[in-house]
């Protein structure tokens, strides 16, 4: 397949296209841009980039791990996208144009820093005002809710090492918590 070809799926609607492939970091890297607000306040609408969070997932990935989550685009006046239908075939060709990162600008910087060729998941989208640009970026980034630290507390004993801290910990609150002759009993819970 050519280098500006990619096998897609056009999962949007007939006014509002949406392709999902798969691309190299690198090749979005290149290929795309982050509207971000402190550089331009009439039209930026992202954060502004975290270098030591993009270092994490850059190390992340180093360390043989992978991030499924997608990278979503928009087309730019003048990025010409087609698509085939047929032969489920997706062109990209830039034309001095390029991509706006609306969602994952740290995934990708992460995975352009790699030591390896990284491939991630991509949607992008075509024919977006930057009304509705905005309006995705707050969908997704308004509506996600982080995991709180007493879950992550109590996962992490399917990631201890029997001996660990964690893990030894672990056990003495339960041992705590649910033997009936401590003080604790019934009365701690995670």
């Known amino acids: 397949m050519d280098a500006n070809k990619y096998t897609a799926w056009n999962i949007g609607t007939e006014d509002t296209p949406c392709y999902v492939t798969v691309m190299e970091a690198n090749k979005i ?3 795309s841009k982050v ?6 306040s009439e039209k930026g609408y992202q954060r502004v980039l975290s270098e030591k969070r ?3 997932i850059a190390q992340y990935l180093n360390d043989g791990n992978i991030i499924p989550g997608s990278i979503i685009l928009s087309a730019q006046e003048g990025f010409h996208v087609s698509y085939n239908k047929q032969s489920m075939e997706l ?3 830039p034309n001095n144009s390029s991509l706006f990162v609306i969602d994952g600008q740290h995934r990708l910087w992460g995975a352009s820093k790699c030591e390896q060729e990284i491939y991630l998941p991509v949607c992008i989208f075509t024919n977006l005002e930057l009304k509705q640009e905005v309006q995705y970026f707050l ?3 308004s509506n996600q809710k982080g995991v709180p630290k007493t879950l992550r507390i109590e996962l992490l004993k399917f990631l201890s090492e029997p001996d660990s ?3 030894v910990l672990n056990r003495l609150f339960n041992d705590l918590g649910n033997d009936t002759s401590s003080a604790l009993f019934n009365k701690i819970s995670p």
């Not at 509207?35 to 331009?40: E, F, G, L, P, W």
Request: charged share 45%; net charge negative; aromatic share 4%.
């Open 54 to 56: 993009a270092n994490d």
């Open 35 to 40: 509207s971000r607000v402190d550089q331009d």
């Open 91 to 93: 062109e990209l060709e």
């Open 29 to 31: 890297f290149n290929i």
């Open 165 to 167: 801290t964690d893990e």
């Open 139 to 141: 969908d997704i980034n």
